[in-house]
């Protein structure tokens, strides 16, 4: 069943799956951002070959925000991976607007899990730093105005001399956006951005992330691993559900046609809101409630 | 105001991680005292053969007179020390030179670890003595011997220490660079560098320490002018322990010192996440 979902549901995927890898061609138009083609993933373990993800195959749109969601251990951070090109594929092939990855580049933003920033450089360092790694072609007055622009835009400007141990984890999660946004990247990868943040500032970071993306009139495409499913409703226009690994599939996909810009208060009154996140907490949750556990 | 730089230096040396309270200068009082009893009742009990704490100041402030006294026949204390700390300094700053490159290459590749390690491994546990003859071997030079000694022995924890280092860096310090694209330089300078620094700083602080107790065995057998020889000749075969004790002290208290130095960088450049 899950293999069926799988192309069932990926829209502008042409590809047969049996086709061999060689032949596979991008099928790039100006609207497709990235194509995660067929795609397994194995690691060799003390213990043997471990499969993470299985024969993944997904399309995504330019600006469009989409989410991975599933249990731990489920492998969408690993799927994220192969796009960033943090992991190369054992299978097949992933394309950024048409082009092979094969490497990291400044064409993919990437915020890490735990923020990574590099302790001993200050919070503009941080940025300048990637800024000048990434972008080869403009002076270094042009970077450093890069960099105070994106400051400036998460509202850090004032912090900018400080350490990231100085900082708390909303504002260190900002300057790690700030940094993927400096690069202007055309793809922007969020490796569960706002895990380690409580609800308050995460519900404001939501908020924060959408603005920034407006101000860049929706033309980054945002791919995100989480497993909040209210966060994963509120930001995206479709969100991914993993099977468990190991092996890990695409369970289903689920559009999330609601209309931007969209109100954190008023959405969850929505009908449709309501329809999509039990549709969610369905296909990912097995027990609701005490009589549930049978055993 | 007197009192204040007082603790203040007391606070850098030997309490550096709290601030000095009253308490805690207490605590140094209490056992500085129970030092000081410890040592009376042993000289007490070998019928001052042991010379007692009043004793040995009174040979102290004698030693201590024109430190800097540089005759031909005789030196002052000043001049033994600068010259020990000088012939540390330069062993130790040769095994510098050589020990974290070594360690940054060992640590940053599993075959030059592979390749390095056991050469370490064998070599360091050989005891700081036994250098010293292949020393004089080579340089037919006595000084330079006991230099050899502690550039020999003052090598395998930077070393070890930076190779340790290296070989720890965080995935996630990596994945920036990876993820930005940063050149090997930056890598090196702006990743690997700043996350070893601590590490080799515990490295030096570690070897600092090692060559400071090797000088006294390696000045012992070279002779010449230095705290080690002043211990064997003005002491031993001048026949007055206090003399021994006062030297104890002034080793004791530089080698604090130098802990200390190395301590205060390693703080320094350490960082939270």
Excluded at chain 1, 214 to 239: G, P
Excluded at chain 2, 128 to 152: D, Y
Aim: aromatic share 8%; with cysteine.
């Amino acid at each position: 069943m899950s293999t069926a979902t799988n192309f069932a549901t990926a829209p502008v995927n042409e590809i047969v799956m049996n086709e061999s890898a060689a032949v596979v061609k991008p099928i790039y138009n100006a609207t497709t951002s990235i194509e995660v083609n067929n795609v397994t993933v194995s690691f060799k373990t003390p213990a043997g070959k471990y499969t993470a993800v299985k024969n993944i195959s997904l399309n995504i749109k330019k600006g469009e925000i989409v989410s991975l969601i599933g249990h731990s251990g489920c492998g969408k951070s690993t799927l994220m991976n192969t796009i960033s090109g943090m992991v190369k594929p054992t299978e097949g092939k992933v394309f950024s607007s048409g082009v092979l990855v094969t490497k990291p580049g400044p064409d993919r933003g990437i915020v890490f899990q735990n923020y990574s920033l590099l302790p001993w450089l200050s919070v503009y360092r941080n940025i300048y730093e990637a800024v000048d790694s990434a972008i080869k072609d403009k002076s270094a007055s042009e970077k450093k105005k890069l960099v105070e622009k994106n400051l400036k835009m998460v509202k850090l400007w004032d912090h900018k001399d400080k350490l990231p141990g100085q900082l708390s984890g909303g504002m260190k999660q900002r300057v790690a956006i700030a940094r993927a946004f400096a690069i202007n990247p055309s793809i922007l990868l969020l490796d569960e951005p706002f895990g380690a943040l409580d609800a308050l500032t995460k519900s404001s970071m939501h908020i924060e992330l959408l603005k920034l993306w407006n101000l860049d009139n929706r033309e980054k495409t945002i791919v995100m691993v989480t497993h909040d499913i209210e966060e994963a409703i509120f930001l995206s226009d479709r969100v991914v559900v993993m099977n468990n690994g190991p092996a890990a599939t695409i369970k289903e996909i689920v559009d999330v046609p609601l209309e931007r810009p969209r109100n954190k208060k008023e959405i969850v009154h929505d009908p449709e809101y309501r329809t999509i996140h039990d549709k969610l907490l369905n296909l990912l949750i097995e027990k609701f409630s005490i009589e549930d556990i049978t055993d | 105001m007197k009192k204040e730089t007082m603790k203040t230096i007391i606070n850098k040396l030997f309490v550096s991680k709290f601030k000095v309270t009253s308490l805690s200068l207490l605590y140094f009082i209490i056992g500085m005292a129970l030092m000081g009893g410890i040592w009376e009742l042993i000289s007490y009990y070998t019928k001052y053969e042991i010379p007692s704490p009043k004793m040995t100041w009174v040979v102290f402030k004698e030693v201590m007179q024109n430190p800097m006294q540089n005759d031909p026949d005789y030196k002052g204390i000043g001049i033994k020390l600068i010259s020990s700390l000088t012939r540390v300094g330069i062993g130790f700053g040769l095994g510098t030179l050589i020990s974290i490159p070594i360690g940054l290459l060992m640590g940053s590749n599993k075959i030059t670890m592979n390749i390095i390690n056991p050469m370490v491994q064998i070599l360091r546990p050989v005891s700081p003595l036994a250098w010293f003859p292949l020393g004089l071997a080579i340089f037919q030079n006595s000084p330079k011997a006991s230099i050899f000694m502690i550039f020999i022995c003052s090598l395998w924890p930077t070393l070890i220490n930076t190779a340790f280092g290296v070989s720890h860096i965080p995935q996630d310090h990596k994945n920036v660079g990876r993820a930005f694209g940063f050149s090997r330089w930056k890598y090196i300078s702006k990743i690997m560098l700043p996350y070893t620094l601590p590490h080799i700083l515990t490295g030096l602080r570690l070897s600092v320490g090692v060559a400071w107790m090797v000088i006294v065995a390696g000045e012992m057998l070279s002779g010449g002018i230095g705290l080690g020889y002043f211990v064997w000749e003005e002491g031993f075969n001048g026949g007055s322990v206090a003399k021994i004790l006062v030297a104890i002290i002034i080793i004791g208290i530089v080698g604090l010192m130098l802990d200390r130095i190395f301590m205060a960088l390693q703080k320094r450049f350490s960082y939270a996440v």
